[in-house]
């Protein structure tokens, strides 16, 4: 299936979709599918400054920890609430209740640095090759 | 390309099975396994539920048969093995001459003079050449490795009991747990055992490859869940059962790793390993292989530094999230001192401290049978 094309995407799978000057950022399917059950999400609290491509969190599945990358700069103005309780929402969900955080853009034109989600879907198909 | 490259992995009888189930299969120690099918959760709830299927052909399985092969197995193994009834198995380890784990393993009586143990699949080569290099031409015994022509499954979890009552019924009411009958099945001889990895009633069952390949496709059709490495680990860290490795190596001595009932002393059989084993038993050991529960949220894992108001005191040889606890949870060699349930400790998570504290080993125990 393609992904959203609403959005933009980063090298590493992560999303953003951008409403406003607020984005919000989540994995992609792609990245839930390879992490495998997803049992903890640690994510920075609601004022912190963020910079594109940095780390913004960890992402624990049962088989392996991973980092997850910024694709904006700007600050955390929210934590999905429900993703400590429940962060099998990531699998299942990837697009819509999984999501991650919602960050204030600091700097939209910013955005023109990430994927297209055909180029996203280029990329991850190329993976899918090797 | 460079000439040195590693030998291609080994596929079992069931790789096929594994593919078209959907598998991700991963190297694992020269093997091309199964990590998960559906997900490791939904896997391991499977197997505590209800039951799961494993493709564990990987194990190694040695046959030592002859007049001398109780004698000569003793000598090898730290249990009284000699001592077992036929259909008779118990687990024990293989040591080296300090007290040291070479392997641990399952050794079955399946007659007078023929045993079989089933050995790790990354101490395969090892344990072999420790067989030959231990045997001398007076023994009248021979040693045959049976992996290659067989299959091995194993069927756990509550329900494996009515499962198995379908395909070998006088098996499934006729052997008790840690035992093992040789049984026809489908016009093949089967060897079956009350065996299994994962804190739950089940099967152990070795068999021709094309038979072992109808087996698996007989349960595939009773829609029993497949099941991957990834669940057998986080099933076998929730009971606390060594994985060889991780938690024992040549470097842990069994009495440490609380395994001081599979060793015995007093059979009056010598063996590999009696006469250190004897004393650090005398002496005392000076840490003790012990559970460690988060307190928190975070995942634990294998090798991260094991922290006690701030100082290192070890590190976790085994960690994880526990499907059925809801939380991390992990094992670590403590001293003494630190090892009373409810010790609180921290664990290093990449920097952050992860509160935890000691607890019962195992974390889980299944509820006893009705």
Redesign the interface.
């Known amino acids: 299936m393609p992904s959203p094309a609403d959005r933009r995407y980063t090298k590493e799978h992560e999303w953003v979709r951008v409403q406003d000057d607020l984005g919000t950022v989540g994995i992609t399917d792609y990245a839930q599918d390879q992490l495998?059950?997803i049992?903890?999400v640690?994510l920075p609290s609601p004022g912190t400054q963020v910079k594109q491509l940095e780390k913004l969190g960890?992402i624990?599945s049962?088989?392996a920890?991973s980092d997850l990358y910024s694709p904006v700069s700007g600050e955390v103005m929210e934590v999905n609430p429900e993703i400590?309780d429940r962060p099998e929402l990531v699998?299942q969900a990837p697009y819509d209740e999984g999501w991650l955080v919602r960050v204030r853009l600091a700097a939209p034109a910013e955005l023109d640095n990430l994927l297209t989600a055909k180029q996203y879907d280029e990329l991850i198909a190329q993976a899918q090759e090797t | 390309m460079s000439s040195d490259q590693p030998p291609p992995l080994r596929r079992t009888a069931l790789y096929t099975q594994h593919v078209a189930l959907g598998g991700r299969m991963i190297p694992f120690v020269g093997w091309e396994m199964p990590v998960q099918y559906k997900g490791i959760v939904e896997e391991h709830h499977a197997v505590r539920q209800r039951v799961g299927l494993f493709d564990v052909s990987h194990m190694g399985r040695l046959e030592v048969t002859g007049p001398d092969a109780a004698t000569f197995l003793r000598s090898l193994v730290a249990y009284d093995i000699a001592g077992l009834a036929v259909g008779e198995g118990h687990y024990t380890v293989v040591c080296q001459e300090d007290g040291g784990i070479l392997d641990d393993v399952y050794v079955f009586r399946l007659a007078n003079e023929r045993f079989l143990m089933v050995v790790n699949s990354a101490n395969v080569d090892k344990i072999g050449d420790w067989i030959q290099q231990h045997f001398h031409s007076s023994l009248r015994a021979t040693m045959e490795d049976r992996q290659m022509e067989t299959a091995m499954l194993a069927l756990q979890g509550p329900e494996a009991i009515q499962e198995m009552a379908r395909v070998a019924p006088t098996v499934a009411e006729g052997l008790p747990g840690r035992h093992c009958t040789e049984a026809p099945l489908a016009g093949v001889t089967a060897f079956f055992s009350r065996t299994g990895y994962t804190g739950e009633d089940g099967f152990e069952i070795i068999l021709p490859s094309a038979a072992g390949i109808d087996l698996w496709r007989h349960f595939m059709s009773r829609g029993i869940q497949p099941c991957g490495l990834g669940a057998r680990d986080s099933l076998r860290l929730e009971v606390a059962l060594a994985l060889y490795g991780n938690d024992i190596d040549t470097t842990t001595n069994p009495f440490e790793a609380g395994l001081g009932w599979v060793v015995s002393l007093d059979d009056g059989a010598d063996f590999i390993g009696r006469e250190a084993l004897l004393r650090i038993h005398e002496a005392g050991v000076r840490r003790h292989l012990t559970c460690l529960k988060a307190l928190e949220r975070g995942v634990m894992r294998a090798h991260y530094p094991v922290l006690r108001s701030g100082r290192r005191v070890s590190e976790l040889t085994s960690g994880g999230f526990s499907p059925t606890l809801g939380v991390s949870i992990g094992m670590a060699y403590l001293p003494p001192e630190l090892v009373a349930v409810g010790t609180q400790l921290e664990v290093d998570v990449r920097g952050k401290p992860l509160p935890a504290q000691v607890v019962q080993r195992p974390f889980y125990r299944r509820p006893k049978a009705t």
């Open positions: 495998g059950d049992v903890y640690d960890e624990e049962v088989k920890v400590m699998n």
